[in-house]
């Protein structure tokens, strides 16, 4: 079946522009991750969502950075006047139900340049 | 803190050599484990995890590895690499209180030679 969709794949973004990364995860999972990636480094967490409830924001680096999934499938991370310092691989990941030992299946990722 | 240390950044080796990619983590995250590789421009892929039970983990393309309480480690290991293998590896941890966000390693690059 399909697996986790990220678009658009790459963005490159002026600084101080919007941007908004979309996610589709597999039909159907509960829970819906973020993660942000810098060049060279693991993952970090952004945020959480199990349905449509945003349980876990704790992740956001600032409030430039805002999270939703309002019907419970597809989710929209959007930055507000990006910085350069944005600039890194978001990745999104979901998970069929909410019990941590379940595998979380992760996009490829949207690639954001800020210049 | 709840961390996950990836004590090598690159690891060179030939091809069917063994390797092993060390991981070492705090004790606030120790209650599941994972190793997940990443492909050049693609999203992360579950080796294994350990979750309970039998330390001795077995995963995909015959990776295996080891929880240790003890040494709070939980490295990876490979009898016999192929270059397929190359990839970046990341080693993550997740506690059970937390809805599941994993906690991650810096990865450690896997680059094996002919």
């Known amino acids: 079946g399909a697996g986790v969709s990220q678009s658009p794949r790459y963005k490159v973004a002026k600084r101080g522009q919007d941007v908004a990364l979309r996610c589709d995860p597999i039909?159907?999972?509960?829970?819906l991750f973020w993660y942000q990636q810098a060049l060279g480094q693991g993952p970090e967490f952004l945020t959480y969502?199990?349905?449509?409830?945003?349980?876990?924001k704790s992740g956001l680096p600032s409030d430039r950075f805002f999270a939703e999934r309002p019907e419970g499938s597809v989710s929209t991370l959007k930055i507000q006047r990006t910085q350069q310092e944005d600039s890194a691989v978001y990745l999104c990941?979901?998970?069929?139900?909410?019990?941590?030992?379940?595998?979380?299946?992760f996009g490829p990722g949207t690639r954001l340049t800020v210049t | 803190a709840q961390s996950v240390t990836q004590l090598d950044s690159q690891v060179p080796v030939f091809e069917e050599a063994p390797v092993e990619l060390r991981c070492n983590y705090s004790?606030?995250?120790?209650?599941?484990l994972f190793w997940y590789v990443q492909y050049p421009n693609q999203g992360l892929q579950l080796l294994l995890k350990?979750?309970?039970?039998?330390?001795l983990v077995k995963g995909i393309n015959g990776f295996e590895a080891e929880f240790n309480k003890s040494q709070t480690s939980f490295h990876l290991r490979k009898p016999s690499v192929h270059i397929s293998d190359t990839a970046e590896y990341f080693c993550?941890?997740?506690?059970?209180?937390?809805?599941?966000?994993?906690?991650f390693g810096q990865g450690t690059e896997l680059s094996v030679k002919p």
């Open positions: 039909s159907g999972h509960v829970s």
């Open positions: 350990y979750l309970s039970g039998s330390t």
């Open positions: 993550a941890g997740k506690r059970d209180n937390q809805g599941g966000k994993l906690i």
């Open positions: 004790s606030s995250v120790s209650v599941y």
């Open positions: 969502f199990q349905n449509e409830a945003q349980l876990d």
């Open positions: 990941a979901s998970s069929l139900v909410r019990d941590p030992r379940r595998e979380q299946y």
